[in-house]
Each structure stands twice: as structure tokens, then as C-alpha cells.
């Protein structure tokens, strides 16, 4: 069975400031795929980031970059330069091939 | 690129009512997810489909739950009767296929309230 440790349930951040975002994961699947979505007051769930079990660098996209520790089995997000619209809920997930398992959650709010 | 859709938006109904919720993936996704998530709570999945055959439903309360994909294409969900505790948002996804690397893709989601 594969688990999602997010141990923040709240973050507060500066405008314009970096902020990391801490995820653990457990898995016994050799081939998987860690995700980042960002979940809005108004309920959308939007994708930020993907990194892949296999993969050597961390992944980017734009602010976003994931720090991803395999031995320790971590998937921190980085957000640099914190807007006021990163205000949010943060869900870090794993996905084997099928069904993605969620963590519980950070919400995130950017003080201006 | 049109996302995934899902109508309605909103639905109130008293308990041991019927109500039924319908999600259009983006096009050519083969796999089709339902979740729900209660207020407070990361989502859950409910039933996962691969094209127009189920993948996954060891989560759905199939006493009162059911879901179909006909055609491999759009899909609906049914809660009958609901329940209180049945009062959550339910997200539709899809993704291209089941590879690790591919990205579930969310709709708006529908609210519903059990009274």
C-alpha cells in the first residue's frame, strides 16, 4: 500500500519569500510518480509538478521545483517567490500506475 | 484544450434521495476517475476506469454507489439513497493511460450537500 505524510497542516509565508512544503511518502512499488496539486478556496484541483521515481534531476516548472530525496523517501515542494495567490491548500500525492494517494493536506497563506 | 467537465456544479438533497453526477474527460483520455473528498480531507478514490471497463472499485460503497462509462467516454455517478455523511465534493479526473508518469487531470467538481 502506498501512504502520504504531510506533517504541516498550516504554513504562513512573505510575499516574495521561498517556502518549501515537506512530503513523505511510502511505497513498495519499484516504478512510481509523485505529484504536486494546488487546491484553491473555490475547489479546482490544479496540477504543479511531477516527478518521476526514476528520474535523476528534480523537477521544475517555473516557481515550482521539487525536492526530491529518494533514500529518505521525500518529495518536498519549493515555491520561490510567494505571491498572494499561492494561497491554498497543498496536496502532495503518489500515483503506481493508477489511483493517486493523497496526503492531507498544507494550506499555505502568503502574508503581503 | 477543453478540461474535464462535470455538471452540476451544486446539488442539495435530503437524505434517501437519489442524485446522480456526470463528467466528461478531456479528449482521448482513456482512464476516468471518481473521488470524493469530505471537507477537511484529501480526496479519496471511489472507482477508477480504463476506458469503458472498471479498474478499481474496492473503495465505492456499492450498496448505494454506482458508476458507469459507456462508450469509454463520458461517465455518471449515482449515491442511492444518500446519506448524511454521503455530503462531500466529488471530483472527476483523467489521465492519457496508467503509466506512473501519467498526470490525473481534475474537474470543477460537485458539491453536494445531504440535508
Known amino acids: 500500500a502506498q501512504k502520504i505524510t504531510q506533517t504541516q497542516p498550516g504554513m504562513f509565508v512573505q510575499e516574495k519569500e521561498a517556502v518549501t512544503l515537506d512530503c513523505t511518502y511510502d511505497?513498495?512499488?519499484?516504478?512510481?510518480?509523485l505529484f504536486w496539486y494546488k487546491q484553491p478556496s473555490s475547489g479546482e484541483m490544479i496540477f504543479l509538478i511531477y516527478?518521476?521515481?526514476?528520474?535523476?534531476q528534480n523537477a521544475t516548472e517555473g516557481r515550482y521545483s521539487l525536492n526530491f530525496q529518494k533514500a529518505r523517501k521525500s518529495a518536498n515542494l519549493v515555491i520561490s517567490a510567494s505571491q498572494l495567490g499561492d494561497s491554498a491548500m497543498y496536496f502532495c500525492?503518489?500515483?503506481?500506475?493508477?489511483?493517486?494517494?493523497f496526503g492531507a493536506g498544507t494550506i499555505l497563506r502568503v502574508k503581503s | 484544450e477543453a478540461g474535464v467537465a462535470q455538471s452540476p456544479r451544486y446539488k442539495i438533497i435530503e437524505k434517501r434521495q437519489s442524485v446522480a453526477f456526470w463528467c466528461n474527460p478531456i479528449?482521448?483520455?482513456?482512464?476516468l476517475y471518481w473521488y470524493q473528498q469530505i471537507l477537511g480531507q484529501g480526496p479519496k478514490l471511489l472507482i477508477q476506469?480504463?476506458?469503458?471497463?472498471?479498474?478499481?472499485d474496492s473503495q465505492l460503497p456499492k450498496d448505494r454507489f454506482s458508476a458507469e462509462r459507456l462508450k469509454g467516454v463520458d461517465s455518471t455517478l449515482k449515491i442511492q439513497p444518500a446519506k448524511l455523511e454521503d455530503s462531500a465534493v466529488y471530483l472527476c479526473?483523467?489521465?492519457?493511460?496508467?503509466?506512473?508518469?501519467?498526470?490525473?487531470?481534475f474537474g470543477p467538481g460537485t458539491r453536494l450537500t445531504v440535508l
Open positions: 516527478q518521476g521515481s526514476y528520474d535523476q
Open positions: 479526473a483523467s489521465s492519457l493511460d496508467v503509466r506512473p508518469s501519467d498526470t490525473q487531470y
Open positions: 500525492t503518489i500515483g503506481g500506475g493508477n489511483k493517486l494517494v
Open positions: 511505497t513498495s512499488d519499484p516504478s512510481y510518480g
Open positions: 476506469f480504463q476506458n469503458n471497463g472498471v479498474v478499481d
Open positions: 479528449s482521448g483520455h482513456a482512464t
